[in-house]
């Protein structure tokens, strides 16, 4: 069976070798291409049984194209936003994440863009401490977790939202659980996001959660630029001057942000949160992985469209 990896940011040259190695070992044939265009996703598909992506777009052109050989796809990440989830069912292809894989390198960024902008972006000015601040964590998933297990070597006090998670999970983790998105952003001087980008989620945050933030606050994004309101979020930075912004990924109006708020704002110019050699080795050999069980046995343990 023929596997393709396909991702427009290239793994590290450690996590390629391994995944080839992962996909040889199995008897599989492996081929792998980076940084590729849809044009080149949708000759490079064309008799692949298995397709591994990371952020890259997975529509159902992508897959006519692979069809009918294509049988599953391996998102390697948490985020599945880019695949086509419904055209994938009605091929009746599998598609599975491989969740918890890169959740420490994501959380990791998180605490590297809040300690840049308590140091003021090291423009030599005097900043403040994350030690004593309360931080609130939105999700608490895999990466959230990894934040709440970081944030406590800070000495942070730690409060998350997540209606699936029961609050004695939080609690066992030193974090107090609140059922409010508006106590979340009002109660605490960093917010830090890890919602996925779903319809419900989409420019959900905005003037309103920012504006209750204490003085000072600071909104971190590591999950997705879509759940942002971004006129809503330019508004609450016009008004407050107090107010922060970090993200990792650049919004569709950085500029504006940019050119207005340029010491109040960060931006990575691409998605860097799970962009780790250790990152890209854990979720990409978990992708072969799974890629080759699916097609040995119909292995589905993390697929996402069931
Ligand atoms: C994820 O959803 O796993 C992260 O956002 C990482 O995405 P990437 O593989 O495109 O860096």
Not at 19 to 42: C, P, Q, W
Not at 182 to 195: C, G, K, T
Request: charged share 25%.
């Amino acid at each position: 069976m023929k596997i393709l990896v396909f991702t427009e940011k290239p793994f590290a040259a450690a996590a390629v070798k391994a995944i080839e190695n992962t996909v040889n070992a199995s008897g599989n044939e492996i081929r792998v291409e980076e940084n590729g265009t849809k044009a080149d996703l949708l000759k490079a598909v064309v008799g692949a049984n298995a397709l591994i992506v990371r952020s890259d777009k997975v529509d159902a052109e992508v897959m006519d194209a692979g069809l009918p050989d294509l049988k599953v796809i391996v998102r390697a990440g948490a985020g599945y936003d880019n695949i086509d989830l419904q055209a994938a069912t009605e091929r009746g292809i599998c598609v599975m994440n491989t969740p918890g894989q890169n959740s420490n390198a994501v959380a990791e960024l998180v605490f590297g863009m809040m300690v840049m902008m308590c140091r003021n972006q090291y423009n030599g000015k005097s900043g403040t401490e994350l030690k004593g601040k309360s931080l609130g964590i939105y999700a608490f998933g895999q990466v959230g977790r990894n934040v709440a297990r970081i944030a406590k070597g800070f000495g942070m006090d730690i409060q998350a939202l997540d209606v699936f998670v029961a609050d004695d999970v939080m609690e066992a983790e030193g974090v107090t659980p609140v059922h409010d998105v508006n106590a979340l952003f009002s109660q605490n001087d960093y917010v830090s996001l890890h919602i996925p980008a779903t319809p419900q989620t989409k420019a959900s945050i905005g003037y309103d959660l920012v504006m209750q933030m204490p003085k000072g606050g600071v909104l971190v994004n590591t999950a997705r630029k879509e759940v942002i309101d971004e006129d809503g979020l330019l508004k609450a930075l016009e008004e407050r001057e107090d107010l922060r912004y970090v993200s990792d990924i650049k919004p569709d109006k950085a500029e504006e942000f940019e050119k207005r708020f340029a010491s109040r704002v960060f931006f990575t110019p691409k998605k860097m949160g799970a962009q780790t050699a250790e990152a890209n080795f854990n979720a990409g050999v978990a992708a072969a992985e799974q890629a080759v069980a699916y097609l040995k046995d119909g292995w589905n343990k993390y697929q996402v469209n069931k």
